[in-house]
């Protein structure tokens, strides 16, 4: 705790003390029943609600996020905790199998029975982004913990107090009997030594390209090496059809413009990269844009990511192609918006308006006929998401879909990118670089599978068996000699 | 096909144009219907099945596994190939999920749909063991395209005519239709080439740990990481205890020589390590090994596996902490039998004993107490399998098998490791060097996950939805409003 609260980084040894902490507790927390560990998740989650008056205040101090934000932010992250409870009620994640013996096409087959099982301690890196959900008590921690998984959270530096008063407050919900279920370092090396600890078997992070591409490659270069699931960027494409831009320009821009400039542009899902097209539609929507985006003032998570922001968005407009819309015009600590316009035409050539940039900045890439978006978007690095606006019997956006469905992980419609909400559909994730593997989701109730591996007992005495596995009702939804069967109510 | 059959490895020009064959095929394939893939699976089992008197010999010449050995495997691709068409009649696989639009404690929630998509064309290596089911049309194969990627293969070396016949009966029974959905090419090279093009989303591969490494290293440092699916090496371990000794030993002796000798040993599930207790019932136990493995003489699927046994036979045999009790004799083409006995408090000082050899050799770990055993059995490297012999009410199976559970992906009661049930509940896999990725399998109906990543839909419209997420009864097992339903029979 030492390094989170001011007196330095974590050093080594207490990277090895968490680790082996982990290690320790992941016995007692893999055999814990799914209604224990379901309790024990919505015990965090109690616990954390009625800290809101203590949390919320250290968090905006450290954030500049507000109290609005951060009051919703706990809240879907006591929502995430207590869905993963329903998970372990309902049992289907288990992925269960019963293939009782018997004679194939291929011959007997012995009595076979498989299901998932933790993969043993993992390591979550906290975002800078999202204080709560996407950190100590985030998304990552509470699937993992879900799953069986103890987990050794490596803080983030933009709000180190927030991390430890929620590293307190989930160890006391934990109580003696999981202490080690939960763990806390801090430090660019100690997030380094995490990655590389043997202890560890699998990693969840999410932050920038940079970072988690190093850690990507320092758990692929392990002697054994472990699944890392990285959150990394995305540029999140809008495309505004003509019909749509004729239909709603100014609901479509000012919606635009909200999305963008949500949280100081400080999301994930943020809309970095909007089609729409030439013409006088295409002009208000991009002046619904401006008026929105004008004269509006932030202040960013840390003042590093106020002068990335700064430079990136610098590094854009300064280019000839580029026409500012509303400029950064601010100086010190806050910042303010940037809208920049291009041309279609000249984004082959200048790739960087791909890149994201962190913060409230959004580019109009104007186009005359959706001819020429298509192959444009047939290029676009992978993203979390891409968002369609079309109109009913719009021809054109049945064939944008098929173009990006092909580079993101979701497709909105008629809506914006941000707002990621949590449920058993919603899926977070994307072809690099939004994941570095684009198998696997980092939001909603399927990212607890990211924590488990699958698990065969063939021939085994009933003893040895999961009680999920064993014959009779067992209470959760599994496969019996091939044929997928409901519990009975 | 001109590197398959004599004319030297594939160029990369010939990679070049098979990747593009498979990209260009990609969008059909994804598209075609699950009842349409499900057809093209089958009339590929039954095209390979009406050409076995054609098939078996080829293979025979080249690998000399025998016609029955052969006939059998070819029963068991096609079986595979079939049970994938099941797969995709049922739709389980695709875990649909549809969340209608609502309230949640976070919120107002738009409509999402979720399920799995085809990842795009995969590259799948052929292993030099199964030259049918793990080869050209093998569980890699089929199982991606079920998922609805085409497909490229690097066919193994051991034997290339054997490539070159399945795969021109396979591409016949896809048809000009989806011609370019599964490709082939060959040479070490070439496999490299595979493993870095552009076009490839994701690869399977069934080798050695050196080469499956060195090709999991490059998949990870791609400009664009791409996932990596490897079944790489294990060594096995069966755990005899002394009830199970004293009860069995002739019978366990004789299965366990039968198990490591099958198939001369070259098989990824091949009994490496056999923990026997001290003891005249562990001597007779190894004397009924000794006697069913003397004397066997075993052709070796190519002359650098022979040399690659005989080495690693050697340098374990010449170790003085091992006695020999069978040794391999044999000179020229031929390799016989090495059984090999240690003390298992020497096993620490020797790590050699964990490494694979592969082809017909066992060690026989004699020890005093189970005591003895676990704390070795706790650092072992991770398995596909670990095998427990052990009576009913036998106190040692229970501990044996936490211990187990740890470090391997399916644990074997009172059988032996080899001969993979292809099934729903089978699992193929392990903790690290078995597989690169412990999350996944490569046997089995779920080992088709690999090939697939989620994709949400928010708010789209009906048109744009595959037909499984539109509302309505759809005929697969999928979840709405958080609730698993089976499709109405």
């Known amino acids: ?52 008056s203590d949390i919320v205040p250290v968090a905006d101090r450290e954030t500049a996020l507000g109290e609005a934000r951060l009051t919703g932010e706990l809240t879907r992250t006591c929502y995430q905790l207590r869905l993963f409870a329903e998970v372990l009620d309902e049992g289907a994640y288990l992925e269960a199998a019963v293939d009782h013996a018997g004679d194939t096409a291929m011959g007997p087959r012995p009595d076979l029975r498989r299901m998932l099982v933790p993969l043993g301690p993992v390591a979550v890196f906290g975002a800078s982004n999202f204080p709560l959900a996407f950190s100590v008590p985030g998304g990552d921690t509470a699937s993992a913990l879900a799953a069986g998984c103890p987990v050794v959270v490596k ?20 109580g003696d009997r999981y202490a080690g279920v939960l763990g806390i370092v801090a430090g660019e090396q100690a997030g380094v030594e995490l990655v590389e600890h043997p202890v560890v078997r699998a990693v969840g992070f999410t932050g920038s390209l940079a970072g988690g591409r190093a850690l990507a490659d320092r758990a692929a ?83 590093r990511i106020a002068h990335s922001y700064r430079d990136g968005a610098a590094a854009l407009r300064t280019l000839e192609v580029s026409t500012p819309v509303v400029a950064d015009d601010a100086s010190g600590d806050a910042v303010t918006a940037t809208v920049l316009e291009i041309d279609v035409a000249d984004l082959a050539a200048n790739e960087v308006f791909l890149d994201e940039v962190f913060g409230p900045l959004t580019v109009l890439v104007r186009y005359g006929a959706v001819d020429d978006v298509l192959p444009v978007l047939r290029g676009l690095p992978g993203a979390l998401t891409a968002t369609i606006h079309a109109e009913p019997d719009d021809p054109d956006g049945g064939r944008l879909a098929t173009v990006l469905q092909e580079v993101a992980g979701r497709l909105v419609w008629n809506g914006f990118p941000t707002g990621v909400a949590v449920s058993w559909a919603q899926h977070h994730g994307g072809p690099w670089p939004a994941t570095n593997n684009s198998v696997h989701t980092s939001v909603g109730a399927t990212s607890i599978r990211r924590w488990l591996r699958p698990f065969a007992w063939q021939n085994a005495p009933e003893a040895v068996l999961p009680d999920e596995l064993r014959d009779g009702p067992v209470g959760v939804p599994r496969r019996v000699d091939s044929v997928l069967r409901l519990p009975e109510r």
């Not at 320790?24 to 009625?50: F, H, K, N, T, Y």
């Not at 749509?244 to 000012?254: K, N």
């Open 1 to 52: 705790m030492a390094g989170l609260t001011g007196t330095g980084p974590t050093h080594g040894s207490e990277v090895d003390r968490a680790c082996a902490a982990a290690a320790q507790a992941a016995p007692a927390w893999a055999r814990a029943s799914r209604a224990e560990r379901a309790a024990v998740l919505r015990g965090i989650a109690d616990a954390l609600e009625s800290r809101a």
């Open 155 to 174: 803080a983030h530096p933009a709000h180190p107090d927030t991390s430890a008063l929620c590293f307190e407050i989930m160890s006391a919900a934990l």
């Open 221 to 303: 270069a392990r002697p054994e090496p472990i699944p890392f699931y990285g959150e990394l960027g995305s540029i999140n494409a809008v495309v505004v059809t003509p019909a749509a831009a004729s239909a709603r320009a100014t609901d479509i821009g000012t919606g635009l413009a909200g999305s963008a400039l949500l949280g100081a542009g400080q999301f994930c899902t943020k809309p970095g990269l909007a089609f729409v097209p030439s013409g006088a539609e295409g002009d208000a929507l991009r002046d619904a844009v401006a008026a929105a985006a004008r004269d509006k003032s932030f202040t960013m998570l840390t003042e």
